[in-house]
Structures are given as structure tokens and as C-alpha cells.
């Protein structure tokens, strides 16, 4: 069965930091892996999509990385700054079932 | 533009009561999810729908729960009889396809059930 798991759950650094939150998942097949936002009482959107045979995408300040074999992703966020304070959630998406396995998530602030 | 809209925003109900919940997806996205976040748990996976479709239903709670789409837009999930238990935010999200694509994320509507 897969599981998902997200290190650190909390996390407060000052601004302008670059930081790295990690996720990792027990079964190497799966089909993609995404990074989420979610702010509190709202949905949740979707920052990165990076496909099973990729090891990263970027967008903008922020990066992820693959490594499928060791069941490890990684989102780095460079300059951090208050705005980015969410939580961030990290799923895995199995095409086997068309179903996203979702990490507890890491609550980041960012103290201005 | 617009994106994923779902009502109401919260419903509060006595326990035993029926409840709707109504996902409006994105224009010309064929897939459509629904999940539940309950208060210290997670995300749970509830069901998909691609086009009017729902081929796996095992992700439902109990068969209390059930959902539909028509004319590949619209999706409405139902819970009769409901439970404490059902108290969380249930979350919807539309893409323009099962794979590939990223998911769009609603709102949700926070259920309370007293």
C-alpha cells in the first residue's frame, strides 16, 4: 500500500531563507508526483507536476526534484517570503487506480 | 477565468439528516474528483468521474455516500443519514484529463454535522 509521508509537519524561518520540504512515498510506481499549496479555508493549488520519468521542474522560485527509485521529492523555495507561508502537500498519482496519495502536508510560516 | 465552484461553502445539519454537496468544474475539464479533509487526518480520496463515468466507487465511506455527474459537468455528492463522523471539508477538483494534467482545486464546503 502506498504511503506518503512529509518532513518536517511545521516549519518558521525568517524571510528572504531558501528552504527545502521533503516528501517521500514507499512504492516507486507511481505515475507522477505534485506539490500543492493550501491556504487556510481555501482549496488547494496545484504548483508542480513532475512526471515519473522527469527528475525536476521549476517554476519560478520554486523547484522539485525526483527521485523515484529512492521513493524522495524535495520542493526547494529560494528568497523565501511571507506570502509563501501555507501548508504544502505532496501526492503521488497512481494510473493504476487514477488515484492521488496525499502526504499530511508541512505547515510553513515565514516571519517577515 | 473562472475556476472550480462548489456550494454551499458550509452547511451545518442535524445528524440523520440528507445533505447535497454541488461541484461545478471548470468548463471543458472531463475529469472531475471529489476528497474529504477531515481535522487532523488528511486527504481522502472519494471518487472520480471521467465524463459522466464513475468506474471505481470503493473509495466511498459507506453506502451512505454517492455521487453523480450529468452532462459531464456538474457533480453532486450525497450523504444520507449523516454521522458525527461526517463532519470535515469536502473538496472538489476538475482537470482537463485522468492523467497529465494538474488538478483545480474548489473551495470546499466545511460540513458540520451536530
Known amino acids: 500500500k502506498q504511503e506518503v509521508t512529509q518532513i518536517p509537519a511545521a516549519l518558521s524561518v525568517p524571510e528572504g531563507e531558501n528552504l527545502v520540504l521533503n516528501c517521500s512515498f514507499t512504492?516507486?510506481?507511481?505515475?507522477?508526483l505534485q506539490w500543492f499549496r493550501q491556504d487556510p479555508g481555501k482549496g488547494l493549488t496545484s504548483l508542480l507536476l513532475?512526471?515519473?520519468s522527469q527528475r525536476e521542474q521549476t517554476s519560478g522560485r520554486l523547484n522539485a526534484s525526483l527521485d523515484k527509485s529512492s521513493g524522495r521529492s524535495t520542493l526547494y523555495i529560494a528568497a523565501s517570503q511571507p506570502g509563501d507561508s501555507a501548508t504544502y502537500l505532496c501526492?503521488?498519482?497512481?494510473?493504476?487506480?487514477?488515484?492521488?496519495?496525499w502526504g499530511a502536508g508541512t505547515k510553513l510560516i515565514i516571519k517577515p | 477565468g473562472a475556476g472550480v465552484s462548489q456550494s454551499p461553502s458550509n452547511k451545518v445539519t442535524e445528524k440523520g439528516k440528507d445533505v447535497e454537496l454541488r461541484c461545478d468544474p471548470i468548463s471543458g475539464h472531463t475529469a472531475l474528483y471529489w476528497y474529504r479533509q477531515s481535522l487532523g487526518q488528511g486527504l481522502e480520496f472519494l471518487i472520480y468521474f471521467q465524463g459522466n463515468s464513475a468506474p471505481d466507487k470503493s473509495g466511498l465511506p459507506s453506502d451512505r455516500f454517492s455521487a453523480e455527474r450529468t452532462g459531464g459537468s456538474v457533480s453532486t455528492l450525497t450523504i444520507q443519514r449523516t454521522q458525527q463522523e461526517d463532519s470535515a471539508v469536502y473538496l472538489c477538483a476538475s482537470s482537463l484529463a485522468l492523467v497529465d494534467q494538474p488538478q483545480h482545486f474548489g473551495d470546499g464546503t466545511r460540513l458540520s454535522i451536530l
Open positions: 501526492a503521488v498519482f497512481l494510473d493504476s487506480n487514477y488515484q492521488l496519495i
Open positions: 512504492d516507486s510506481a507511481i505515475y507522477n
Open positions: 513532475i512526471q515519473s
